[in-house]
């Protein structure tokens, strides 16, 4: 079964700082990849996501991520955090056989944003 | 702009009352996902439906909760009886192909339970 793996569950950055958040997936087929952020009593919203193509997707909000195939991993970046950053974030999978739907989260990583 | 809703936002309940909560997903969207999240466990998988047709609820408590979809438009959760440990958020999602073959989903806010 697929899982996710997010390396620190708080990251603390100061703003415009480089923002790096870790994802790592088990899987001998590359799934589908996602990040979702949530922002405080909301619902998750879709930052990105790899299908296949290029490896360095662009998101909202000015985030992209890497897919590297040899590492197993999809980490999320932005150049220059800014306070409204601060948020939940998810990495996400799905498999792309007939359950390609069934979107499986990693426990999220929480992000603070210094002034 | 086209959204998951989910009602009521807010339930506060005594243990031992049946709960429902309710999830309209986006017209047009084939599949609704229920999941709850608590600081302790994170964000978990109750049950999917596609279609209409449950496909999994493997992480659904089958003693208390039950998920339904009675038409298209209506998703259903009810936990009876409710307990302590069900306080958390139940989140509905919808969701739908992409053009690029990938699936897409898209989250109500969520409704914050508190079992009393």
């Known amino acids: 079964a697929q899982s996710v793996t997010q390396l620190g569950s708080h990251v603390s950055v100061s703003e415009g700082a480089l923002v790096l958040l870790r994802c790592n997936y088990s899987?001998?087929?590359?799934?589908?990849l996602f990040w979702y952020v949530q922002y405080p009593n909301q619902g998750l919203q879709l930052l990105l996501k790899?299908?296949?193509?290029?490896?360095l997707v662009k998101g909202i909000n000015g985030f992209e991520a890497e897919f590297k195939k040899s590492e197993t991993s999809f980490h999320l970046t932005k150049p220059s955090a800014h306070m409204s950053d601060a948020a939940e974030y998810f990495c996400a999978v799905s498999d792309r056989g007939p359950s390609y739907d069934k979107v499986i989260f990693g426990p999220g990583t929480s992000l603070s944003v210094i002034p | 702009d086209a959204r998951v809703t989910q009602t009521p936002r807010h339930k506060v309940t005594e243990m031992g009352q049946e709960v429902t909560m309710r999830c309209q997903p986006i017209l047009g969207h084939n599949t609704v996902f229920w999941y709850r999240q608590t600081m302790m466990q994170g964000l978990e998988l109750l049950a999917y439906?596609?279609?209409?047709?449950?496909?999994?609820d493997s992480g659904m408590p089958k003693d208390r909760f039950s998920a339904e979809m009675p038409d298209a438009t209506l998703a259903t959760l009810k936990i009876q009886p409710s307990e302590p440990r069900d306080s958390a958020v139940y989140f509905c999602a919808s969701g739908r192909s992409g053009r690029d073959g990938t699936y897409e989903q898209y989250f109500g806010p969520g409704t914050r339970l508190t079992v009393t």
């Open positions: 790899y299908t296949t193509g290029a490896t």
């Open positions: 439906f596609r279609n209409r047709a449950p496909l999994d």
């Open positions: 899987s001998s087929v590359p799934p589908y």
